[in-house]
């Protein structure tokens, strides 16, 4: 993996912001604390009203979707993504029990480029995580003072 440039600093600076617009940050908060449908039956009865929460479940997936598609595409730094954010796994665990039926219902490859970025970057984290454990962990083993 090439070393992060400027410009992945920039487009993940640029990405945070927009993560600070108000209405996506609703939306993205309803997401991680409420939405929870667990098949896409739930999602067509409950979700997609055209209400707020139909708003909310549109904008927080499409934006995840766009960010997975640059980071699939290398557009933006797969390691340094993978090691400043996080909420695209929640937000993948959340979808992952509906997208199989909705596929059907709205298009083959809908969620793809998350469902691929959300997994690649799990497993990123199951080794990143376990080398960081052993590093933590030596490092707070009591030293035998130098004389």
Do not use: C
């Not at 039926?101 to 995580?129: S, V």
Request: charged share 35%.
């Amino acid at each position: 993996m090439p070393r992060p440039s400027s410009e992945d600093v920039a487009l993940i600076l640029h990405l945070y912001e927009l993560r600070r617009d108000p209405e996506l940050r609703r939306a993205r908060a309803y997401m991680l604390s409420e939405f929870a449908a667990k098949s896409w039956e739930e999602v067509r009865r409950h979700y997609l009203t055209g209400d707020e929460v139909d708003r909310h479940l549109r904008m927080a997936t499409s934006y995840w979707e766009m960010v997975a598609a640059f980071v699939n595409r290398g557009l933006l730094n797969e390691e340094l993504f993978f090691d400043t954010h996080g909420e695209d796994i929640v937000i993948w665990k959340k979808m992952e029990p509906i997208v199989k039926d909705a596929r059907k219902h709205i298009r083959p490859t809908w969620l793809w480029n998350l469902e691929r970025m959300a997994r690649r970057h799990q497993a990123w984290r199951e080794r990143t995580y376990r080398v960081a454990d052993r590093m933590i962990q030596a490092d707070s083993k009591p030293r035998a003072k130098k004389k």
